[in-house]
């Protein structure tokens, strides 16, 4: 997970773990490619499950 320490990954949704961990997967298969390679886009959909995940917490 990034920078939200108020967030674990029990908070997530079965939709959103799988998401994350395929995610996961192919940021480290570009990551494979070397160091050029650019998982910026990757990183920002992961971001954007957390930022969900933190809202549903929230309320």
Not at 34 to 43: C, H, M, P, T
Request: glycine letters at 6%.
């Amino acid at each position: 997970m990034t920078d939200n320490p108020d967030i674990r990954f029990a908070d997530f949704t079965t939709t959103e773990k799988l998401k994350v961990i395929a995610l996961t997967a192919r940021m480290a298969k570009r990551g494979a490619g070397g160091d050029g390679v650019d998982i910026s886009d990757l990183k920002r959909k992961v971001e954007r499950i957390e930022r969900q995940a933190a809202r549903r917490k929230s309320k």
